[in-house]
DNA sequence: GTACAACCTGAGCCTAACTTAAGGTCAAGC
DNA sequence: GCTTGACCTTAAGTTAGGCTCAGGTTGTAC
């Protein structure tokens, strides 16, 4: 059994968000002694658990039901399998998205290396597609409609 | 010459939120007509810019500062590409952590797919560890410091 | 029996990035 | 000459994910 402050230093978490955790109903099955939390193993492993649906960009209210249907047992397997099948394609894409965005930069740092070799890039044009290699080119205009 | 509501529509943007960009100012170089926008290539150029930015994680203010910084001309390259730089090791970073979050819930699509199989998963154990292939271990206990 | 730390609650505050509401201008079409 | 639609403004509201603070309780040490 661990009170809230050891589970704050455990977890490098701020008492308050521990608290604003439950309050959102995130330890369905957390215990009290005379209005003092107790976190257990099993809260510690929702916890864990928590901090994991976080990372892969799950919102509170989407852990909060989660978490209801752990508590509901087995019944709820499969929707708990299809949260995680379509976070799963969710993180993907955005791997995806990330890594055309590191593309853009790694094009851009070689642009300003360029600039300040030569000195001459045009005042207001932050981007000039007209230098850049078609590649780049291509994911930078996927960004709009074309026009015209 | 493109009226917001053309702008709107070629990025799929509100014009709300272009509006609200503008009020940050993000277009510095924005011309108007008797009160009304008239985006230009150069203010699409910096739409675009801005798209790309924020992708990389990038908020309105650090935006802001940029677009200052290129209506500064070349004196402000070495800056601009340092911001570069630095945004580029963040998105890299950003990858690396999503890699790891991707096989967590990799791992969890596979316990699922189990517990339904075998229908026999503990109820309020929703990240059994013990039944964990131990390089998903690590990434996962790697979220919390050590008892005891 | 009191000092002190660690816990509790509820309400309100905060930031980011928008969004909505309310009220106003202006040109075109009928 | 009035309605419609696209534009404008300022101000306030929204959502997520917390944080802070005032005021109160609990439990252990001396």
Redesign the pocket.
């Known amino acids: 059994m661990y009170?809230?402050?050891?589970?704050?230093e455990m977890f490098d978490?701020?008492?308050?968000?521990?608290?604003?955790?439950?309050?959102e109903g995130l330890f369905p099955a957390l215990k009290?002694?005379?209005?003092?939390?107790?976190f257990d193993e099993k809260d510690i492993e929702v916890l864990r658990t928590i901090e994991c649906l976080?990372k892969s960009?799950?919102?509170?209210?989407?852990?909060k039901q989660f978490m209801i249907w752990c508590s509901q047992g087995s019944t709820t397997y499969e929707l708990r399998r299809q949260l995680f099948e379509k976070q799963k394609k969710t993180v993907e894409e955005e791997i995806k998205k990330m890594q055309q965005t590191l593309d853009m930069i790694k094009f851009k740092c070689w642009y300003y290396d360029e600039a300040i070799k030569d000195g001459n890039e045009d005042q207001m044009n932050p981007m000039n597609t007209a230098i850049m290699p078609k590649e780049i080119k291509a994911i930078y205009s996927r960004q709009h409609k074309k026009r015209g």
């Open positions: 009170t809230i402050g050891q589970i704050s978490l701020p008492i308050s968000t521990l608290r604003y955790y439950d309050r009290r002694q005379s209005g003092i939390r107790q976080k960009g799950l919102g509170i209210t989407d852990i």
